[in-house]
């Protein structure tokens, strides 16, 4: 069993930065299953959506809206934490944002039911 902690959220003014942590914890075989690694977000009222994934052989994909500006990268042995540098933010930004992780073969974050496990979420606020 793994458990996902994110951290690093807040509020910041538009075209400023946050980094948001996602350390995951449990027993090192069960962190080392973990083949995908992503952030989504979600407003309340909308749909939750990917922003950004990583595979565990470095792969990385974002979603349109964030390209240029999101960077996610993975540190720690076995890839237990997963950052969010998150630049140039804009208000549409503003969302509650949640790691996930998934052990299937394939990496995307274009079904969240995909991924077995999640952060319990935080908050981030741009104003303008």
């Known amino acids: 069993q793994v458990l996902l902690v994110e951290s690093g959220g807040g509020s910041v003014q538009a075209g400023g930065s946050l980094r948001l942590s996602c350390q995951a914890y449990?027993?090192?075989?069960?962190?080392?299953?973990?083949?995908?690694q992503a952030w989504f977000r979600q407003v309340p009222g909308k749909e939750r959506e990917g922003v950004a994934t990583?595979?565990?052989?470095?792969?990385?994909?974002y979603a349109d809206s964030v390209k240029g500006r999101f960077t996610i990268s993975q540190e720690g042995s076995p890839r237990s934490k997963v950052l969010l540098q998150m630049t140039s933010l804009k208000p549409e930004d503003t969302a509650m944002y949640y790691c996930?992780?998934?052990?299937?073969?394939?990496?995307?974050?274009?079904?969240?039911?995909?991924?077995?496990?999640w952060g319990q979420g935080i908050q981030v606020t741009v104003s303008s």
């Open positions: 990583i595979r565990s052989d470095g792969t990385i994909n």
């Open positions: 449990g027993d090192t075989y069960s962190i080392s299953t973990l083949t995908c």
């Open positions: 996930a992780a998934s052990t299937r073969s394939y990496c995307s974050s274009t079904y969240d039911s995909d991924f077995g496990y």
